[in-house]
């Protein structure tokens, strides 16, 4: 489905991402994992169209994204939870939710998507007159990817969903992302608590200073004793 070769990504003079090469099949749940500054952000930032890379390849779906602005990246079905969640503060849940859906034109499966949205998230319901800067952390997280749901997406890219979360919504937030994958949709997660990441996902790839220098089943990773020390603190 998503498909990365050769990615070199620089910043100024310096080189980022150093000829990655990554890809995601179709339901499957992709863990990108690495230490802070490995480049995992900047790589979600150019699948999405938001940062230019300088040489390699980016495909979804067989069409090239390096050629395609970020504004119509979301109509192809792919969606992006940014890290720091990035929703809108000053609107309601409700605007929220509907900004997700700005691509769609199908009203009535919109307000049908919207309900699914409330069933899966009940406390969004609850403040959807709210405004959305007033929520907790965690609820501003399932806010995000209740928002990112709601373009229908065949591919969602998830960068660091349990950062600054209490242990008690890291575990909702896991859970959430576990059943998101199980209706169907496609994840790609960047996430820098490896041990839940490897527990969900299906492949990971260990990146480290814009290289990937480990790849694999991820219980195979759990289990690889240069991951125990370097990520999972055993």
């Given at each position: 489905?998503?498909?990365?070769?050769n990615?070199?990504?620089?910043?100024?003079?310096i080189?980022?991402?150093?000829?990655?090469s990554?890809?995601?099949?179709?339901?499957?749940?992709?863990?990108?994992?690495?230490?802070?500054?490995?480049?995992?952000?900047?790589?979600?930032?150019?699948?999405?169209?938001?940062?230019?890379?300088?040489?390699?390849?980016?495909?979804?779906?067989?069409?090239?994204?390096?050629k395609t602005?970020?504004?119509?990246?979301v109509?192809?079905?792919?969606?992006?939870?940014?890290?720091?969640?990035?929703?809108?503060?000053?609107?309601?849940v409700y605007e929220?939710?509907?900004?997700?859906?700005?691509?769609?034109?199908?009203?009535?499966?919109?307000?049908?998507?919207?309900?699914?949205?409330?069933?899966?998230?009940p406390?969004?319901?609850?403040?959807?007159?709210?405004?959305?800067?007033?929520?907790?952390?965690?609820?501003q997280?399932?806010?995000?990817?209740?928002?990112?749901?709601?373009?229908?997406?065949?591919?969602?890219?998830?960068?660091?969903?349990?950062?600054?979360?209490?242990?008690?919504?890291?575990?909702?937030?896991?859970?959430?992302?576990?059943?998101?994958?199980?209706?169907?949709t496609?994840?790609l997660?960047?996430?820098?608590?490896?041990?839940?990441?490897l527990?969900?996902?299906?492949?990971?790839?260990?990146?480290?200073?814009?290289?990937?220098?480990?790849?694999?089943?991820?219980?195979?990773?759990?289990?690889?004793?240069?991951?125990?020390k370097?990520y999972?603190?055993?």
């Amino acid at each position: 489905m998503l498909k990365v070769e050769n990615l070199e990504v620089y910043y100024g003079m310096i080189n980022a991402i150093k000829g990655v090469s990554f890809h995601v099949e179709k339901g499957e749940v992709i863990a990108l994992i690495g230490a802070n500054g490995a480049g995992k952000t900047t790589i979600l930032h150019t699948i999405t169209g938001l940062v230019k890379a300088k040489a390699g390849n980016i495909t979804f779906n067989d069409v090239n994204l390096l050629k395609t602005p970020a504004h119509k990246i979301v109509g192809m079905g792919m969606a992006h939870v940014p890290e720091g969640r990035r929703i809108f503060q000053e609107l309601t849940v409700y605007e929220n939710l509907m900004l997700g859906a700005y691509t769609r034109k199908d009203g009535k499966e919109i307000s049908a998507d919207l309900e699914k949205i409330y069933k899966r998230f009940p406390r969004l319901e609850e403040r959807k007159t709210q405004i959305a800067g007033t929520l907790s952390g965690g609820e501003q997280q399932m806010l995000a990817m209740g928002r990112a749901l709601m373009s229908k997406p065949n591919i969602i890219l998830m960068d660091e969903p349990s950062m600054g979360l209490s242990p008690l919504y890291v575990n909702e937030i896991f859970d959430i992302i576990k059943e998101i994958s199980n209706s169907g949709t496609t994840i790609l997660l960047v996430e820098q608590n490896a041990k839940k990441a490897l527990a969900i996902a299906d492949r990971a790839y260990v990146l480290e200073t814009g290289k990937i220098v480990l790849e694999g089943d991820a219980d195979k990773l759990m289990n690889d004793d240069k991951v125990k020390k370097a990520y999972l603190g055993e």
